[in-house]
């Protein structure tokens, strides 16, 4: 038997360096560890096409054949090919933060895009077109993966796949396709919905909203868009062969409530609102204009933070409000090139913001001032002044299309401009065309605000009466159950039966009484009118009652017993005198606005004065509690005086409605104090109910009642016309709670500066 010998030092077998293998099935890993879902698979290949700089990806979705992903980017040339896509863990999304074209910020990462198509398919047929620099010349690469047979193999290095390249014209268009076949059962699952959603991030609304300028109907041109600067994102997914979804940005701009069409050719424009929904316009304008632009077509969308408005959306409404609010603006382009800063972040070429800011009551463009003017009644009123909720820009997003004068175009002996950018390309020069396009796009968004406001009003008197028709059917349906109810006595019946028939009867009256409510408003509102002629009568009799009271004087003196009679007369008179002298000033001094700060105490005196009688006769005490050199703010006297009015006479009926022998009390107390002035009217009245002072603002909502008083029975206008005046120069008024031994109390404060006071 032979021996081994144990050698005595090391004996080196063999030396040198050796390379990590990889198996093939890491592919399989990878694919399956770093995308869980196909969602984010096909999420993942679109990311691919937006850093491709490509402007348009489509998913198309044919269970259980294939899936094809392709886009118009920058394509794949061969070198690229081979040391990006096949070469596995490379860094070159790492090195490269930004894309080639449009300078976008890299979403893809990792090269998961690679792995997704093999969790998706067993197949992959890639096909990419793109300049290759190198070669000079343009070229079609095309591969195809076999998954399966790299499971086969133990070293991926030893995988083959096949490609070609060939030399294509030059005019191809660029860009890459993925065709995913035999997939595997959780392509099968995809949810496109999900694809949509984590697909927002990317997808901008431009291309979307580009149409011609022709006098036709439009028509899409979102693919001759020729900008240098971004064009924008769209993202189309097809399901099947024939149901085709359309563009995902596109669904979310169609989820507008309200839609502005403008066009304007020559010296006509066309205006459009349009509902969601509804081919024909809710609104439409037609009308001539001093055209000094030359073509203009806008399409501005607008989408208030409601409920409802991104239901049955084919993506999560949270999402599309963020994307919404991440691509607003109204942005202007110029023969298709983005002409800036219009439309940006920062922009507020429209004056949207400053006017919110304000509460700026007045419309400014030429459209609204024609065709949807306000009354006084209207401008004064928050509830119907459709200013008051003029969209603002994060709420809209629309484009606005016009071809601009270049400077070989320019005739230096016309007078004729048009839009002309500005030397330095940050906007047009502000010359009459330039205003009449601020003037055009404000107007359209000052229509959006007026359809918005009437829409509003609409939808709640059809509520209304929805409601009440509600209640009817339910009272029908109860009444008939109760008659048909064999276990209720028939005396019983007739009881139950009259209950529900008058709780019917009180929700109609209720419902009556608004309309009266409203149409009583409208006979008021013309009261105003009268009101200054009805003052100009009353100082012409006032000469002639005077010239009677100097014969009553007369015949006083030959007969005594009618000495009472004269004095009464004479008291009367002073009464009068003293109510037209206040009701002259309040009538000429309704619009003037006061050119110097005027004293406050004054006008509470005379308030005070005009029904100083009716106090004295009821016991009522009344302080004032101003400083002398207190200034009232920058309103109308007529409108200070009238404020105050209102709160003394409600005071007044508050006071003498209380049943009992303690003695009254009213006060006035006037303050300023930081930016604002103050005036409050407290008293000792009946008070206001806890369930009823969110009511007491309402027109002819009353506490009081007649009692044949000379002040009336509480029509319910003091309060209302309090806050409305109030809120029509940028103030508020409110209850408070009142200081001590008071039961109630209101506050009104009015902007001490002008500039807040519209």
Known sequence: MAKTHSPTTDHVLDRGTISFTIESRILRELGERLVKQPEVAIVELIKNAYDADATECSVEYAPPRSIVVSDDGAGMTLDRFTNGWMRIGTSAKEDLRFSEGYLRLITGEKGIGRFAVRFLGRALSLSSVAHDDKRGVRTRLTATFDWPKFDRHEDLGKVQVPFELVQVPADTPTGTTLTITRLRAEANRLDLNMVRTGSIGILTPLRSLFRTMTDGDDVETGD????????????????????????????????????????????????????????????????????????????????????????????????????????????????????????????????????????????????????????????????????????????????????????????????????????????FVENRAFAQLSDLIRGAVEAIAFADRRLQLEEKQAEQEALVATIRDRTRTAITEVQQNPNIAAADKVKIVAAIAETQQFVERQEENAKEREQQLEVMSLLGVVAGFMTHEFGVALQELEQTHKDLVELARTAPRFEPQVQAFAGHIKQLKEFVTYSSGYIQGSKATPVKPYPVRPRLQQVKRVFGKYAEERNIEVEISAEPELTAAPVPVSLYNGIALNLYTNALKAVTAKVGKQRGKIAFRAWNEARWHYLEVSDTGVGIPTALQERVFDPLFTTTQSKNDPLGSGMGLGLALVRRGAEAFGGRAELVDPPADFSTCVRVRLPLSAGGTR
Request: no cysteine; charged share 30%; net charge neutral.
């Open 224 to 427: 001759q868009i020729g900008m240098s600067a971004d064009p924008g994102f769209l993202l189309k997914v097809r399901v099947g062969d024939d149901d085709d979804e359309g563009d995902v940005a596109a669904a979310i701009l169609d989820a507008y409530v309200l839609r502005a069409r403008l066009r304007l050719q020559g010296d006509k424009i066309d205006l459009r609102i349009h509902r969601r929904g509804q081919r024909s316009p809710y609104l439409k304008i037609i009308d001539t204009y001093p055209n000094e632009i030359g073509k203009l077509y806008a399409d501005i969308r607008f989408f208030p933070r409601r409920s409802g408005t991104f239901t049955d959306m084919p993506v999560d409404g949270r999402r599309a409000q963020s994307w919404i609010g991440a691509n607003h603006g109204v942005a202007v382009f110029d023969r298709s090139f983005r002409v800036q800063p219009y439309g940006s972040q920062a922009d507020d070429w429209l004056r949207l913001q400053a006017d919110a800011a304000r509460n700026y009551r007045d419309p400014r463009s030429t459209i609204a001032a024609k065709h949807f003017a306000m009354s006084p009644q209207v401008r004064a009123d928050t509830s119907q002044n459709w200013m008051l909720r003029l969209p603002q820009s994060a709420q809209l997003v629309g484009l606005v299309q016009v071809e601009g004068k270049r400077s070989n175009e320019l005739d230096p002996d016309s007078e004729e401009e048009g839009l002309i950018a500005s030397a330095d390309r940050e906007g």
